[in-house]
């Protein structure tokens, strides 16, 4: 088994501790707004919508669509070391519910935009889980997947 990567991890506070911790039962939780339905992220004391302050965590379908993302070559932080691919990914439950994340499990040449994904967690210090992105099963063209 490979070595985790080094990585800066968020400070956890009542308002994200949904988001960083939801790993831990599989589940990856966003905002919603008990008024109007309306997923919120990053997390924010009201609705952009309605204005509701009636906000509370709920689990989403942790399925995604590639909507595009960058092969990093810069070795920014000592330990994370490149390559590796950053990706935006949107989630199925809105249009607009948007994740910057890492994709996992696939080589650059495998990488499609529109691609399905599903959410992974990588399990790191102090109970925070990261919410990654690979492949969905039977999606690999070349059928090793």
Request: glycine fraction near 8%; aromatic fraction near 8%.
């Amino acid at each position: 088994m490979s070595e985790k990567p080094f990585r800066i991890l968020p400070r956890i506070t009542p308002e994200n501790q949904h988001f960083w911790r939801g790993g831990a039962e599989g589940e990856l939780r966003f905002l919603r707004c008990s008024a109007c339905r309306t997923w919120v992220h990053p997390p924010m004391p009201l609705c952009p919508e309605c204005h509701s302050f009636e906000l509370s965590p709920e689990a989403v379908s942790g399925k995604a669509t590639l909507l595009t993302y960058t092969e990093n070559h810069q070795p920014w932080i000592p330990g994370f070391d490149p390559p590796y691919l950053v990706a935006i990914v949107e989630l199925p439950e809105q249009p607009g519910l948007r994740l910057t994340t890492n994709l996992v499990g696939c080589e650059r040449c495998a990488v499609a935009i529109g691609m399905p994904l599903r959410v992974v967690f990588e399990e790191a210090d102090d109970g925070i889980f990261l919410p990654l992105f690979e492949p969905e099963p039977g999606d690999d063209p070349d059928g090793k997947g």
